[in-house]
């Protein structure tokens, strides 16, 4: 493996030398010239500056075959010459002429007058009597991209030992051997030992056999044959760096095809890029194969420590403690990383410093319990200050990701502390304004998510979503496959709570499957879907697979599991639980989580829907008075925290508490107020409740007034009609018990009304819809 | 020199023998040599014997043991018999390259001290009795007490003390490699010696003494003793003994071709060889040595060809003999010839590196980059890490102006093999390239102390000194290349050059008259070998050196002589002048730099001499060259001035 020269750019050198000789036509110039700077220009310059019509440069082979010259070049008649002949015609012809190894370095050797030439070199050739070059001819800039490439080409080739010019060589002339036959076809006079002349001179002397034989001697018995010398450690390392940069900008693993692709060329080079040991570091870190990351990085880092000395030495550590802390093992993720904290200091390496003290501080969010025994709360002081502290670092060095990440982690402090929503739009506004100027797509994510949250609290779901929706439609391409991920979880719960099983499920199965390769993301993946399938479970009252889902999920439940996903599943517990009537279990699991959040000091959203969940099972137990403090509190604290959908389960409760103390009236009243607005939410079950509560309050109200009388007339026509908008709730979310409940409350009333047939048939619909239940657990 | 069927059998019974003895000594150069021979013998196409002729020469009884060959003499095949496996054993440690295990086989350490001490105790009683040539080192005449003092020697056959010893000679040469620093490095003085020397010539000394008779004759010696014992001595320098005891072994072991090279590299002059001749065995390896030496002596006589092509009517592709066919026709400086040779052995044999950086060299004299860019591939994809694959690889790299890399690929090439002679020369020209005097002199040096033939590095290091200014140092070693080379023009030029700057004006006129003579000479040498060819020039003198030879007559004010070389000088296109621009350059020289210069000396000198018709006829002439048009023409009109003036007078 050479170093930088490949055959390809030996194609690419005599590209622009036909270029130079003004060979290419006006027209043509364009699709040449990018086809070239496609392959010249890194990545990174690449990628920001992507138009339109690059797609078919996109589209191109990473090792340039001969075939990528053709498709570019046969479709562009050359401005020189023969007519009728094509640029590949010219192309190939240049490619042919040389014809030895002794052609190759004069063709090297000849580069540099391509290049334009200083001013002192201009004055030496005129002293030389050299003419100047003619004006036909294109020049070059020594800078310019082209003169750039042609230089380093031109130095790398004159360091080559004379082997490897003779492997490069070789190569050459096995890439361009599959032209051969086009060659012929087109010019007619390429011999049988055409492409080197000493062998075509030589043919006379000794004969067709000895030269055949000296053929053999000299290329090896595969001229013909595929050729896989023909990539450069320069070319290596130009993918590994795509290829990393690609896997941390989503969190990918390598796809297969791509990986067997570089263990094919990283077996034919002696020299290894401490790159590729990065990239295993990264694949088996996001396979979750702790051992294999650990020994890479260490690998990695002891391969690059000669080159870069110990400067490095804070990233390495830094990357240990990531890893260590994806792994579970926190106790060493926070030692590693105050390490880093120090070792940066000491360094005065800012950037690093301030990463890794916003990753502390995450990280403590997360994981209180570590942090605590640590003197971390020195280095950051109390969170807030730590924060502000955090933004200004950020500010003063430009760290721009770091500010707006910064800017939103306040604003989600504030959110779940339950502060001013004003502050919270407008820390989010900031940082999106920064976003915005500094083109930071990999921030996306996180304020979108932000965005989001802030309006599911604020019980907008529908804008909620739609910036979900957003999100995956514009930004997912350049953003964390985490993200895209969390995204669309989040669109499944919305289409979950709307009863839409089917499609939710068709939204986590449409994921990338690549991407699912990474083991976390597979992992939370995973434990959404049964999450999902859960609550299907529950809402159609299949309580033994329940069950089984459940035992699965709260196994997986550990130190390591997602926050959220936890809580989400420890709330289904608790609903099976109620579904189960084992109430006093449910009872503790609440004390116990109520008490847990209360030491982490947990978002006040969870806290608050603990206090509603807590009102209900008081409820369903028979005791709904005895859940009015709790009620009251959680709507009081819902109220100032603006969390809207909370508030109205919370007045909801309270309404229900009402109805126990036959304040009818009253329940009815506050329920016809906060029904229209609960049903901007948009959460079917939420609603579903409220009716039947806003039912039982119109009963209780029918039965206070007289027999007969029109107030109760209409209290129980009123009561019918709620009693559909239940059911249909219900039936939406496939809610069984719901279903049935409402269609007894329906027999009942027409029963109450007089109506013995309808009741009847209300009845037998009921059985009906128990039997169906029945037949589809079956 | 046609054989009959049986001497070609015979040659070839000999030959194959040859092989397997040599290999058993680990000589694995000349078992090489031998079987290349050997197959180039061409096959007696008999009908009666459809199958490979080779085959047939297998005696009925089956294969020839190819491991191990009988002996004739009776005591030592017992002895050998007896030695087997110790034989097998060392010759496999040989194998592998471990040379002092394998010559503890058969000579532990304690015996070979054991000699050392011995002859150390003894000293001055040696002083006595040594012949009055050697220190110390040559045969004490052995009627004496001898056997009581000498150390007991082990008794072993002959084949088994030669590996032994060779082994040590080995490990000696394998630590002195190890030893030397890098080559041309701070401390590479070339001096290192092989350590093992003493120890094995102490060890045959007491051999020969032991089984040499009254009469003088070594009894039952098989010559491979002798020639390790030769090789031993030219080490030390020893040549003349070196010489005897190396004869005396192809006297008696006639197919051991590395003894033949040894003696070649003995030999430094022509008349050495002759004087070596009448004591050599005449059989064809012999003829052989005489070729090879010849060659390497820079000779190219037609009797020479002619045994050479005498040679190959029997081995007609050998690649031996092509390469000598292709040096022969190098060193008459018939490189289209010797490219034609090389190029057909490429063919013939194109895995064969040997003798490949001659190719080269001709190949860069003859500007023929791609070939030799191909003679470098074939080289490198065949080994890339021998010395001749080396030297090639530089040679291209020096064509290409890359001096830097050139160099490196002749210093791998030394350290490949220090006495590669010809990547010593080359890296001190490419040193010269690159300006660095001190190490041009120091390989040139170096490469003179590895072979005293080589007029190139003796060439080199005058030009180096010229370069220096140092012009006396310069002339004696032009001198010893042109003592090589006494018919190659360049080198008595530059040795008339070199006296003209001196300001020894006699002898420098007297050396590049030489260089004319001499020029003549090797351009007869090339037409005779183009036959009919149309460069039949034999005459034509270089201008250039006529023109040296003109200053420095004008210097010494001998007019007379002066004119006459300008003269001769300008006269050199004057003969293609009349005929006309068609057939210019076949005849003459043509117009050159060099004869305007003449027809413009040669115009003044008419005007002083007052010719000045001459001078008018000489000064148009040189306006119609259209070299130096602004001086002619100058001259032209003072011409017609004077010219005028005269006729006023008149």
Same mark, same amino acid.
């Not at chain 2, 030297?391 to 030394?414: C, D, M, P, T, W």
């Given at each position: 493996?050479?170093?930088?020269?490949?055959?390809?750019?030996?194609?690419?050198?005599?590209?622009?030398?036909?270029?130079?000789?003004?060979?290419? #036509?006006?027209?043509?110039?364009?699709?040449?010239?990018?086809?070239?700077?496609?392959?010249?220009?890194?990545?990174?310059?690449?990628? &920001?500056?992507?138009?339109?019509?690059?797609?078919?440069?996109?589209?191109?082979?990473?090792?340039?075959?001969?075939?990528?010259?053709?498709?570019?070049?046969?479709?562009?008649?050359?401005?020189?010459?023969?007519?009728?002949?094509?640029?590949?015609?010219?192309?190939?012809?240049?490619?042919?002429?040389?014809?030895?190894?002794?052609?190759?370095?004069?063709?090297?050797?000849?580069?540099?007058?391509?290049?334009?030439?200083? #001013?002192?070199?201009?004055?030496?050739?005129?002293?030389?009597?050299?003419?100047?070059?003619?004006?036909?001819?294109?020049?070059?800039?020594?800078?310019?991209?082209?003169?750039?490439?042609?230089?380093?080409?031109?130095?790398? @080739?004159?360091?080559?030992?004379?082997?490897?010019?003779?492997?490069?060589?070789?190569?050459?002339?096995?890439?361009?051997?599959?032209?051969?036959?086009?060659?012929?076809?087109?010019?007619?006079?390429?011999?049988?030992?055409?492409?080197?002349?000493?062998?075509?001179?030589?043919?006379?002397?000794?004969?067709?056999?000895?030269?055949?034989?000296?053929?053999?001697?000299?290329?090896?018995?595969?001229?013909?044959?595929?050729?896989?010398?023909?990539?450069?450690?320069?070319?290596?390392?130009?993918?590994?760096?795509?290829?990393?940069?690609?896997?941390?900008?989503?969190?990918?693993?390598?796809?297969?095809?791509?990986?067997?692709?570089?263990?094919?060329?990283?077996?034919?080079?002696?020299?290894?890029?401490?790159?590729?040991?990065?990239?295993?570091?990264?694949?088996?870190?996001?396979?979750?194969?702790?051992?294999?990351?650990?020994?890479?990085?260490?690998?990695?880092?002891?391969?690059?420590?000669?080159?870069?000395?110990?400067?490095?030495?804070?990233?390495?550590?830094?990357?240990?403690? +990531?890893?260590?802390?994806?792994?579970?093992?926190?106790?060493?993720?926070?030692?590693?990383?105050?390490?880093?904290?120090?070792?940066?200091?000491?360094?005065?390496?800012?950037?690093?410093?301030?990463?890794?003290?916003?990753?502390?501080? %995450?990280?403590?969010?997360? %994981?209180?319990?570590?942090?605590?025994?640590?003197?971390?709360?020195?280095?950051?002081?109390?969170?807030?200050?730590?924060? +502000?502290?955090?933004?200004?670092?950020?500010?003063?060095?430009?760290?721009? /990701?770091?500010?707006?990440?910064?800017?939103?982690?306040?604003?989600?402090?504030?959110?779940?502390?339950?502060?001013?929503?004003?502050?919270?739009?407008?820390?989010?506004?900031?940082?999106?304004?920064?976003?915005?100027?500094?083109?930071?797509?990999?921030?996306?994510?996180?304020?979108?998510?932000?965005?989001?949250?802030?309006?599911?609290?604020? =019980?907008?779901?529908?804008?909620?979503?739609?910036?979900?929706?957003?999100?995956? =439609?514009?930004?997912?391409?350049?953003?964390?496959?985490?993200? /895209?991920?969390?995204?669309?979880?989040?669109?499944?719960?919305?289409?979950?709570?709307?009863?839409?099983?089917?499609?939710?499920?068709?939204?986590?199965?449409?994921?990338?499957?690549?991407?699912?390769?990474?083991?976390?993301?597979?992992?939370?993946?995973?434990?959404?879907?049964?999450?999902?399938?859960?609550?299907?479970?529950?809402?159609?009252?299949?309580?033994?697979?329940?069950?089984?889902?459940?035992?699965?999920?709260?196994?997986?439940?550990?130190?390591?599991?997602?926050?959220?996903?936890?809580?989400?599943?420890?709330?289904?517990?608790?609903?099976?639980?109620?579904?189960?009537?084992?109430?006093?279990?449910?009872?503790?699991?609440?004390?116990?989580?109520?008490?847990?959040?209360?030491?982490?000091?947990?978002?006040?959203?969870?806290?608050?829907?603990?206090? +509603?969940?807590?009102?209900?099972?008081?409820?369903?137990?028979?005791?709904? &008075?005895?859940?009015?403090?709790?009620?009251?509190?959680?709507?009081?604290?819902?109220?100032?925290?603006?969390?809207?959908?909370?508030?109205?389960?919370?007045?909801?409760?309270?309404?229900?508490?009402?109805?126990?103390?036959?304040?009818?009236?009253?329940?009815?009243?506050?329920?016809?107020?906060?029904?229209?607005?609960?049903?901007?939410?948009?959460?079917?079950?939420?609603?579903?409740?409220?009716?039947?509560?806003?039912?039982?309050?119109?009963?209780?109200?029918?039965?206070?007034?007289?027999?007969?009388?029109?107030?109760?007339?209409?209290?129980?026509?009123?009561?019918?009609?709620?009693?559909?908008?239940? !059911?249909?709730?219900?039936?939406?979310?496939?809610?069984?018990?719901?279903?049935?409940?409402?269609?007894?409350?329906?027999?009942?009333?027409?029963?109450?009304?007089?109506?013995?047939?309808?009741? $009847?048939?209300?009845?037998?619909?009921?059985?009906?819809?128990?039997?169906?239940?029945?037949?589809?657990?079956? | 020199?046609?054989?009959?069927?049986?001497?070609?059998?015979?040659?070839?019974?000999?030959?194959?023998?040859?092989?397997?003895?040599?290999?058993?000594?680990?000589?694995?150069?000349?078992?090489?040599?031998?079987?290349?021979?050997?197959?180039?013998?061409?096959?007696?196409?008999?009908?009666?014997?459809?199958?490979?002729?080779?085959?047939?020469?297998?005696?009925?009884?089956?294969?020839?043991?190819?491991?191990?060959?009988?002996?004739?003499?009776?005591?030592?095949?017992?002895?050998?018999?007896?030695?087997?496996?110790?034989?097998?054993?060392?010759?496999?440690?040989?194998?592998?390259?471990?040379?002092?295990?394998?010559?503890?086989?058969?000579?532990?350490?304690?015996?070979?001290?054991?000699?050392?001490?011995?002859?150390?105790?003894?000293?001055?009683?040696?002083?006595?009795?040594?012949?009055?040539?050697?220190?110390?080192?040559?045969?004490?005449?052995?009627?004496?007490?001898?056997?009581?003092?000498?150390?007991?020697?082990?008794?072993?056959?002959?084949?088994?003390?030669?590996?032994?010893?060779?082994?040590?000679?080995? *490990?000696?040469?394998?630590?002195?490699?190890?030893?030397?620093?890098?080559?041309?490095?701070?401390?590479?003085?070339?001096?290192?010696?092989?350590?093992?020397?003493?120890?094995?010539?102490? @060890?045959?000394? $007491?051999?020969?003494?032991? %089984?040499?008779?009254?009469?003088?004759?070594?009894?039952?010696?098989?010559?491979?003793?002798?020639?390790?014992?030769?090789?031993?001595?030219?080490?030390?320098?020893?040549?003349?003994?070196?010489?005897?005891?190396?004869?005396?072994?192809?006297?008696?072991?006639?197919?051991?071709?590395?003894?033949?090279?040894?003696?070649?590299?003995?030999?430094?002059?022509?008349?050495?060889?002759?004087?070596?001749?009448?004591?050599?065995?005449?059989?064809?390896?012999?003829?052989?040595?005489?070729?090879?030496?010849?060659?390497?002596?820079?000779?190219?006589?037609?009797?020479?060809?002619? *045994?050479?092509?005498?040679?190959?009517?029997?081995?007609?592709?050998?690649? !031996?003999?092509?390469?000598?066919?292709?040096?022969?026709?190098?060193?008459?400086?018939?490189?289209?010839?010797?490219?034609?040779?090389?190029?057909?052995?490429?063919?013939?044999? #194109?895995?064969?590196?040997?003798?490949?950086?001659?190719?080269?060299?001709?190949?860069?004299?003859?500007?023929?980059?791609?070939?030799?860019?191909?003679?470098?591939?074939?080289?490198? /994809?065949?080994?890339?890490?021998?010395?001749?694959?080396?030297?090639?690889?530089?040679?291209?790299?020096?064509?290409?102006?890359?001096?830097?890399?050139?160099?490196?690929?002749?210093?791998?090439?030394?350290?490949?093999?220090?006495?590669?002679?010809?990547?010593?020369?080359?890296?001190? %020209?490419?040193?010269?390239?690159?300006?660095?005097?001190?190490?041009?002199?120091?390989?040139?040096?170096?490469?003179?102390?590895?072979?005293?033939?080589?007029?190139?590095?003796?060439?080199?290091?005058?030009?180096?000194?010229?370069?220096?200014?140092?012009?006396?140092?310069?002339?004696?070693?032009?001198?010893?290349?042109?003592?090589?080379?006494?018919?190659?023009?360049?080198?008595?030029?530059?040795?008339?050059?070199?006296?003209?700057?001196? =300001?020894?004006?006699?002898?420098?006129?007297?050396?590049?008259?030489?260089?004319?003579?001499?020029?003549?000479?090797?351009?007869?040498?090339?037409?005779? *070998?183009?036959?009919?060819?149309?460069?039949?020039?034999?005459?034509?003198?270089?201008?250039?050196?006529?023109?040296?030879?003109?200053?420095?007559?004008?210097?010494?004010?001998?007019? =007379?002589?002066?004119?006459?070389?300008?003269?001769?000088?300008?006269?050199?296109?004057?003969?293609?002048?009349?005929?006309?621009?068609?057939?210019?350059?076949?005849?003459?020289?043509?117009?050159?730099?060099?004869?305007?210069?003449?027809?413009?000396?040669?115009?003044? @000198?008419?005007?002083?001499?007052?010719?000045?018709?001459?001078?008018?006829?000489?000064?148009?002439?040189?306006?119609?060259?259209?070299?130096?048009?602004?001086?002619?023409?100058?001259? +032209?009109?003072?011409?017609?001035?004077?010219?005028?003036?005269?006729?006023?007078?008149?």
């Amino acid at each position: 493996m050479t170093r930088f020269l490949t055959p390809s750019k030996i194609g690419l050198l005599a590209l622009i030398e036909l270029y130079t000789e003004a060979a290419v #036509p006006v027209t043509s110039t364009i699709p040449i010239l990018s086809f070239v700077l496609n392959q010249l220009l890194p990545s990174t310059i690449k990628s &920001q500056s992507r138009s339109s019509n690059s797609s078919s440069l996109e589209s191109l082979p990473f090792l340039l075959d001969l075939h990528a010259f053709e498709t570019l070049l046969a479709a562009h008649s050359s401005a020189a010459g023969l007519p009728g002949r094509t640029l590949w015609d010219k192309f190939l012809q240049k490619l042919w002429g040389i014809d030895s190894l002794n052609a190759l370095h004069e063709f090297f050797a000849n580069r540099a007058f391509l290049l334009a030439k200083s #001013p002192e070199e201009m004055k030496k050739d005129g002293e030389m009597g050299i003419p100047p070059p003619s004006q036909d001819m294109i020049l070059l800039s020594r800078t310019s991209p082209f003169g750039g490439f042609i230089r380093r080409a031109k130095v790398e @080739f004159d360091r080559l030992r004379f082997s490897d010019a003779l492997a490069l060589w070789i190569s050459f002339a096995k890439w361009r051997q599959e032209s051969k036959v086009y060659c012929i076809r087109r010019n007619g006079a390429l011999g049988r030992w055409a492409g080197d002349r000493a062998l075509e001179d030589g043919e006379e002397e000794w004969g067709p056999e000895a030269t055949e034989m000296l053929e053999l001697v000299a290329y090896g018995n595969d001229l013909d044959g595929v050729d896989d010398g023909a990539v450069s450690t320069d070319d290596v390392e130009k993918l590994l760096e795509f290829q990393v940069e690609q896997m941390q900008k989503f969190g990918n693993r390598i796809p297969y095809e791509v990986r067997d692709k570089f263990k094919g060329i990283l077996e034919g080079g002696v020299t290894v890029p401490s790159l590729s040991h990065y990239q295993n570091f990264l694949d088996a870190w996001r396979a979750g194969d702790y051992p294999t990351s650990f020994d890479n990085l260490h690998r990695y880092f002891d391969y690059t420590m000669q080159n870069r000395d110990r400067l490095f030495y804070q990233y390495a550590l830094m990357n240990l403690a +990531v890893l260590q802390a994806d792994f579970g093992c926190f106790e060493e993720a926070v030692a590693a990383m105050l390490e880093t904290v120090s070792t940066a200091r000491e360094n005065k390496d800012m950037a690093c410093l301030n990463f890794a003290l916003n990753w502390l501080y %995450h990280f403590g969010k997360a %994981h209180p319990k570590f942090i605590r025994g640590s003197e971390s709360t020195n280095m950051l002081g109390v969170e807030r200050e730590g924060l +502000v502290f955090l933004r200004t670092k950020a500010k003063e060095t430009g760290m721009w /990701t770091l500010w707006s990440s910064s800017l939103l982690s306040e604003a989600k402090l504030g959110m779940s502390s339950g502060e001013s929503i004003a502050t919270a739009f407008e820390n989010m506004v900031k940082s999106s304004q920064l976003i915005v100027e500094r083109n930071m797509k990999s921030m996306m994510g996180p304020q979108m998510a932000m965005s989001s949250s802030l309006w599911g609290r604020l =019980g907008v779901s529908h804008l909620s979503k739609e910036y979900c929706e957003v999100f995956l =439609g514009c930004h997912a391409r350049y953003a964390l496959f985490d993200d /895209t991920l969390r995204f669309s979880c989040r669109i499944a719960q919305f289409l979950a709570e709307k009863g839409q099983y089917d499609e939710a499920m068709k939204r986590l199965e449409s994921m990338d499957e690549n991407s699912l390769r990474s083991w976390k993301a597979n992992q939370y993946w995973l434990k959404y879907r049964g999450i999902l399938r859960l609550k299907r479970d529950l809402h159609r009252n299949n309580l033994d697979g329940a069950d089984q889902l459940l035992s699965q999920l709260l196994q997986s439940s550990g130190v390591d599991a997602d926050p959220d996903l936890g809580f989400e599943i420890n709330i289904l517990h608790i609903d099976y639980l109620i579904r189960r009537t084992d109430f006093s279990r449910a009872l503790a699991k609440i004390e116990n989580l109520a008490s847990a959040m209360k030491e982490e000091g947990d978002d006040i959203a969870l806290r608050v829907k603990l206090l +509603v969940l807590k009102a209900g099972l008081q409820d369903k137990s028979g005791r709904p &008075q005895k859940g009015f403090s709790v009620a009251v509190r959680a709507a009081s604290i819902a109220w100032r925290a603006r969390l809207i959908p909370l508030l109205w389960a919370a007045m909801g409760a309270i309404a229900n508490i009402l109805n126990s103390l036959s304040e009818f009236q009253a329940a009815a009243q506050i329920l016809v107020a906060i029904i229209p607005r609960a049903l901007e939410c948009e959460t079917f079950s939420m609603n579903a409740q409220l009716y039947s509560y806003l039912v039982d309050a119109h009963m209780g109200l029918a039965g206070k007034a007289d027999a007969g009388s029109l107030k109760r007339k209409e209290n129980l026509t009123r009561c019918l009609e709620f009693i559909d908008r239940a !059911f249909d709730e219900y039936s939406a979310l496939e809610d069984i018990k719901g279903q049935c409940e409402m269609m007894a409350k329906k027999a009942t009333i027409m029963k109450v009304v007089g109506e013995p047939v309808l009741a $009847n048939d209300y009845a037998s619909k009921y059985l009906d819809l128990k039997k169906e239940a029945a037949l589809a657990q079956a | 020199m046609p054989l009959t069927e049986q001497d070609t059998a015979q040659l070839r019974a000999a030959l194959q023998e040859a092989v397997v003895k040599c290999s058993e000594r680990c000589l694995y150069q000349s078992a090489k040599w031998a079987a290349e021979l050997l197959t180039s013998i061409p096959p007696t196409d008999e009908a009666s014997e459809p199958e490979d002729s080779q085959m047939t020469e297998i005696p009925p009884d089956g294969l020839p043991p190819i491991v191990v060959t009988g002996n004739l003499d009776p005591e030592e095949a017992q002895l050998e018999a007896k030695e087997i496996n110790q034989y097998l054993l060392a010759k496999s440690f040989f194998d592998c390259r471990e040379f002092d295990r394998c010559a503890a086989v058969f000579l532990p350490d304690t015996v070979l001290s054991g000699i050392l001490s011995s002859t150390s105790t003894r000293g001055p009683e040696n002083a006595t009795a040594t012949t009055p040539k050697g220190k110390g080192k040559a045969r004490v005449s052995s009627g004496r007490s001898a056997s009581k003092l000498a150390p007991i020697l082990p008794k072993l056959s002959q084949k088994s003390i030669f590996l032994a010893l060779y082994a040590k000679y080995m *490990s000696g040469e394998k630590k002195k490699d190890e030893d030397s620093e890098m080559v041309m490095g701070p401390h590479d003085g070339g001096n290192t010696t092989n350590k093992q020397l003493v120890t094995i010539s102490r @060890f045959l000394e $007491n051999w020969f003494r032991e %089984h040499t008779t009254e009469a003088g004759e070594v009894v039952g010696s098989q010559g491979w003793l002798e020639y390790l014992y030769g090789m031993v001595l030219t080490k030390d320098k020893n040549e003349e003994e070196a010489m005897r005891w190396l004869i005396r072994s192809v006297h008696l072991y006639p197919w051991n071709w590395g003894c033949w090279l040894e003696m070649t590299s003995l030999i430094g002059r022509v008349e050495d060889l002759n004087r070596i001749s009448p004591h050599l065995p005449q059989n064809i390896v012999s003829f052989f040595f005489h070729l090879h030496t010849s060659l390497e002596l820079y000779q190219s006589t037609p009797n020479l060809s002619n *045994s050479l092509d005498q040679l190959l009517s029997i081995f007609p592709t050998s690649p !031996f003999l092509l390469t000598c066919l292709a040096l022969l026709a190098y060193h008459i400086k018939d490189f289209l010839a010797a490219d034609a040779h090389f190029s057909n052995l490429l063919a013939l044999h #194109p895995h064969r590196l040997d003798s490949l950086d001659h190719y080269s060299n001709i190949l860069y004299v003859m500007n023929l980059r791609p070939k030799l860019s191909f003679l470098a591939h074939l080289c490198s /994809t065949v080994d890339k890490f021998r010395p001749e694959s080396c030297v090639v690889i530089g040679n291209y790299y020096s064509l290409l102006s890359s001096h830097e890399k050139a160099v490196q690929y002749f210093r791998r090439a030394l350290t490949l093999d220090r006495s590669c002679l010809s990547a010593w020369t080359l890296m001190g %020209h490419e040193y010269v390239e690159l300006k660095n005097t001190h190490a041009a002199i120091e390989s040139y040096r170096r490469a003179v102390d590895v072979n005293r033939r080589d007029y190139r590095a003796w060439y080199g290091l005058g030009q180096t000194y010229e370069v220096l200014e140092m012009h006396a140092y310069a002339l004696w070693y032009y001198k010893r290349a042109a003592g090589l080379r006494p018919w190659d023009g360049k080198m008595w030029m530059a040795v008339g050059s070199c006296l003209q700057k001196m =300001g020894r004006d006699i002898e420098g006129i007297k050396a590049l008259k030489r260089a004319l003579l001499a020029d003549s000479y090797y351009d007869a040498g090339v037409g005779s *070998s183009f036959g009919s060819g149309g460069r039949d020039k034999g005459g034509a003198m270089d201008p250039e050196v006529l023109l040296q030879i003109a200053g420095m007559y004008e210097r010494m004010e001998d007019m =007379g002589e002066a004119k006459l070389t300008w003269r001769y000088s300008q006269s050199s296109d004057d003969e293609s002048r009349p005929t006309g621009g068609g057939t210019s350059g076949d005849t003459g020289t043509g117009v050159t730099a060099a004869t305007s210069k003449a027809r413009m000396w040669l115009a003044k @000198f008419a005007m002083r001499m007052g010719d000045y018709t001459r001078a008018m006829q000489l000064a148009t002439e040189l306006c119609q060259d259209g070299v130096e048009v602004e001086e002619a023409k100058a001259l +032209v009109r003072e011409v017609r001035v004077r010219l005028e003036i005269g006729g006023g007078d008149a």
